[in-house]
C-alpha cells in the first residue's frame, strides 16, 4: 500500500454519535505520522441536533481529546428554506451524544466558536489556499450551499468533497427514499452536487454504509469492549445509536449490523485502499416531490452513449452536463474494523511526558514526537498501525 499524500481536511459536522465517532478518528489520525492528516477547522450545522447543540456538543469532544487549538466556527441553524431544522434524538439521545453529556462530558467546554459564520470560514479558507483542502461534511450541505453561494469558484478551489448523505437505491432512512442528510436541507444538497464534478466529489451514501454494517458480535466483544479512554466514551456516546440499529435494522432495512456512517468519510482519507469499487455518477436531488422529497436520484443510463436526439426525449439527471458526483460503491470492512479499533490516543497512554511529546508534534507538525516517544515506557498494547509500522510497512 503507498503511504498517502499529506491530507488537509476541514469537517462540516451536525455532531451527533457517529459525527463524535468520526471526529474521534479524525483527531485520531493527527497523531499517526504515518496518515499525514491534519485537521484545520471543523464548522457545525443543524442535523442530528440543533446547531447550538452540536456547537457545544464539538467543544465538549476538543476538550476531552485536548485539542482545543482546532478553530471551529458555528453554521447554519436552518435549512435554506428557512423551515425547521430535523432531529434525530431519537437515534443519537437529547444531547446528540447518547449519555455521554451525563456520565463523561458533563463539565461545561472550555471553548467556544470563533467568530463569523461557518460558511464564511470555508469561502476564507479554501479560496486562500486553492486545490488544497478537503471538505468532509458530515450533515446536511446548508453551509456548503451558503458558501457557494457567496462564492461560486469554491467548487473549483476545493481538492475533494467528501459527503456523507444520499440513497441513490431509493431505500431511504428519514423517509421511504430520502436519507437524512439529504433530507435535512434538500436545496442545499441539490445546489452542492450540481455545482460539483466526480472529479472532486464522493458520495458515502447510506446504501454503502448499510452495506458496510459490522456484525453486533463484533461491536459487542471488541468496539465496545475497549478499555482506553477513548473506547470508554466511545462507548456511553454510541449507546442509544447502537440500540436503535440492533433492535431496528432487520426491520427497518432487512439488515443487522452496526453501520458506522460518518466515520467512513474520514476513513477513506487516510485508506484509499479501502474502497472496492466506485462509479462516477449524475446525480441530483428532488426538492417537490410529494412522496419523494429529499430523494438523490442518480442516471443508471449510459447517456453518454445515447445519440443526441435519443438524449433530448430522456429527461432526468442525465441533462446535468457531466458526471458530477463519485458514488462508493463497496467498501473493504475489515479495513473498517482495524481503523476503527484502534483510537488509542498517544496522550491518554503515557502520562505527561508523552503528552508534551504530542502536543509538540501536534502544534508544529513534526516527526521528533517519534523518537522523544521511544525514549519513554509506552504503557498498554501495540495497535495496528504500530504493528504495522514496526513491520517496516504502515
Ligand atoms: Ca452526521
Not at 453554521?75 to 453529556?101: I, R
Not at 443526441?308 to 470492512?333: F, I, T, W
Request: include cysteine; charged fraction near 20%.
Amino acid at each position: 500500500m503507498s503511504a498517502p499524500q499529506e491530507t488537509d481536511v476541514i469537517i462540516d459536522t451536525d455532531v451527533g454519535a457517529d459525527d463524535a465517532q468520526a471526529v474521534a478518528l479524525a483527531l485520531y489520525a493527527t497523531t499517526v505520522p504515518a496518515y499525514q492528516f491534519h485537521l484545520s477547522a471543523i464548522t457545525t450545522v443543524h442535523g442530528n441536533v440543533s446547531c447550538d447543540q452540536a456547537t457545544e456538543n464539538l467543544a465538549k469532544l476538543l476538550d476531552y481529546f485536548h485539542r482545543t487549538d482546532i478553530p471551529f466556527y458555528k453554521g447554519a441553524s436552518t435549512p435554506l428554506d428557512g423551515g425547521s431544522p430535523l432531529s434525530a434524538e431519537y437515534a443519537h439521545g437529547k444531547s446528540g451524544l447518547g449519555d455521554a453529556c451525563t456520565t463523561h462530558l458533563t463539565t461545561p467546554p472550555t471553548v467556544s466558536a470563533r467568530a463569523g459564520s461557518a460558511h464564511q470560514a470555508l469561502v476564507d479558507m479554501i479560496m486562500a489556499r486553492p486545490n488544497h483542502y478537503t471538505l468532509v461534511t458530515l450533515g446536511p450541505l446548508t453551509n456548503v450551499a451558503l458558501a457557494l453561494r457567496s462564492e461560486p469558484r469554491l467548487a473549483q478551489a476545493v481538492k475533494q468533497l467528501v459527503v456523507i448523505g444520499g440513497a441513490p437505491s431509493g431505500r431511504g432512512n428519514i423517509t421511504t427514499v430520502a436519507e437524512f442528510n439529504v433530507m435535512g436541507d434538500p436545496e442545499a444538497a441539490r445546489e452542492v452536487f450540481a455545482a460539483m464534478t466526480a472529479e472532486c466529489c464522493t458520495l458515502v451514501s447510506w446504501d454503502l454504509i448499510l452495506d458496510t454494517a459490522v456484525p453486533f458480535s463484533w461491536m459487542d466483544a471488541a468496539w465496545l469492549s475497549q478499555p482506553t479512554p477513548c473506547g470508554t466514551l466511545m462507548r456511553s456516546i454510541s449507546r442509544v445509536h447502537c440500540e436503535l440499529y440492533r433492535t431496528q435494522s432487520p426491520w427497518a432495512w432487512g439488515r443487522t449490523g452496526y453501520p458506522f456512517g460518518d466515520p467512513l468519510a474520514v476513513l477513506l482519507l487516510l485508506r484509499p485502499d479501502a474502497v472496492r469499487r466506485q462509479r462516477a455518477v449524475r446525480l441530483g436531488v428532488e426538492t417537490r416531490g410529494e412522496l419523494t422529497r429529499g430523494m438523490t436520484v442518480m442516471e443508471c443510463r449510459l447517456v453518454d452513449r445515447l445519440a443526441p436526439m435519443a438524449r433530448e426525449h430522456c429527461p432526468g439527471v442525465c441533462q446535468l452536463p457531466r458526471e458530477n458526483v463519485m458514488v462508493v460503491e463497496e467498501l473493504d470492512r475489515a479495513v473498517v474494523q482495524q481503523v476503527m479499533l484502534n483510537l488509542d490516543f498517544p496522550f491518554f497512554r503515557g502520562g505527561v511526558l508523552n503528552y508534551a511529546g504530542y502536543y509538540i508534534m501536534s502544534s508544529t507538525r513534526v516527526s521528533l514526537v517519534i523518537v522523544f516517544r521511544k525514549t519513554i515506557k509506552i504503557e498498554g498494547k501495540k495497535n495496528y498501525w504500530q504493528e504495522q509500522s514496526s513491520r517496516g510497512g504502515y
